[in-house]
Nanobody, 125 residues
Framework: QVQLVESGGGSVEAGGSLTLSCVVS????????VAWFRQAPGKEREAVAR????????AYADSVKGRFTVSPDNAKNTVYLQMNALKPEDTAMYYC??????????????????WGQGTQVTVSS
């Protein structure tokens, strides 16, 4: 059974930092495209970053470039999302998603097969 478990969400003030973790189990971790999505109330789910676990190529949404960094710990089957210089507009539920395919761009929600339960990030001004 494939499981993606996110953690690390919380409440911070604008300008602060958080690191989210996504532990992937039940799926061959190698050669897997893992992405972070977010969804704010009343808005569509959007991809913010992704990484391919084979070779660690990455991609980011323009809204987070230079502030967010996605990275793997292949020994722990874990993908991290380091979020710096957080803004109130980053407030959302953040989800980890995965598919055992080569990444293509950031990918849309439909492209990813497995999803975590989400972790809430709230940034106050």
């Amino acid at each position: 059974q494939v499981q993606l478990v996110e953690s690390g969400g919380g409440s911070v003030e604008a300008g602060g930092s958080l690191t989210l973790s996504c532990v992937v189990s039940g799926l061959m971790y190698a050669r897997t495209c893992v992405a972070w999505f977010r969804q704010a109330p009343g808005k569509e789910r959007e991809a913010v970053a992704r990484i391919y676990t084979e070779g660690s190529s990455t991609a980011y949404a323009d809204s987070v470039k230079g502030r967010f960094t996605v990275s793997p710990d292949n020994a722990k089957n874990t993908v991290y999302l380091q979020m710096n210089a957080l803004k109130p507009e980053d407030t959302a539920m953040y989800y980890c998603a995965a598919v055992r395919r080569v990444c293509v761009g950031l990918g849309t929600s439909d492209w990813y097969k497995y999803w975590g339960q989400g972790t809430q990030v709230t940034v106050s001004s």
